[in-house]
């Protein structure tokens, strides 16, 4: 069974500051996903990377993929209250998604 | 296209009657899945579709538990009978095919939050 870690479970910062979210796994995956999740919502992807040590941007999030693909990191700069929400990652193993527990950011204005 | 749509909503019902959740997926999109989200146990994946047909049914937890496609455009899920720890949030998400080299993201609903008393 392909397990998946998030560290931390739970997270609250100030506006302005950094942080980094980790998904961690001892297996290999073909390709990882993060995606967010707001309250009455479902998960909305946020990005896909596929290769080993692949780093995406968007906006004020970094996406990182570990050399041997069996761990990820998002990192987010200068965190708006807007962030807040549900992050989680997934790792691809055939057709399926599994997904980690997630880690629930909070954003203080 | 008005993405993957769920109903009901919410559907709140006594222990021991029968519960029938619904899917319409994105039209194009060749995979299916059901998830149940709960805060003990995250996000796990109860069965998934392909071109309407059941591929993976290994995370339905019971036999009280079952799911069918009857077509590209719709599919259910039912629970009978319903027990109270079947509360949880069920999401619906669809996805086209792996093509050459790429990898798709999953397009999830809004899902149906049940609650069993």
């Known amino acids: 069974t392909q397990l998946l870690e998030q560290s931390p479970q739970f997270l609250s910062i100030q506006e302005g500051e950094n942080l980094t979210v980790y998904c961690n796994s001892s297996?290999?995956?073909?390709?990882l996903q993060w995606y967010r999740q707001e309250p009455g919502e479902g998960p909305v992807l946020l990005v896909t990377v596929v290769t080993g040590g692949e780093v995406k941007k968007l906006k004020r999030l970094t996406f990182q993929f570990g050399d041997a693909r069996k761990d990820s990191s998002l990192h987010i700069t200068a965190a708006q209250p807007g962030d807040t929400g549900l992050y989680l990652c997934?790792?691809?193993?055939?057709?399926?998604?599994?997904f980690g527990a997630g880690t629930i950011l909070r954003v203080k204005s | 296209d008005a993405g993957v749509i769920q109903s009901p909503r919410h559907e709140v019902t006594e222990m021991g009657q029968e519960v029938t959740l619904r899917c319409k997926p994105i039209s194009g999109h060749d995979y299916l899945f059901w998830y149940r989200q709960t805060m003990m146990r995250g996000l796990e994946l109860l069965i998934y579709?392909?071109?309407?047909?059941?591929?993976?049914d290994s995370g339905m937890p019971e036999d009280r538990f079952s799911a069918k496609m009857p077509n590209a455009s719709f599919s259910t899920l039912k629970i009978q009978p319903s027990e109270p720890r079947d509360s949880a949030v069920y999401f619906c998400a669809s996805s086209p095919s792996p093509g050459h080299g790429r990898v798709y993201g999953y397009t999830f609903g809004s899902g149906t939050r049940l609650t069993v008393v």
């Open positions: 579709f392909n071109n309407n047909v059941p591929i993976d």
């Open positions: 997934a790792g691809a193993g055939g057709n399926k998604l599994v």
């Open positions: 297996s290999v995956f073909s390709s």
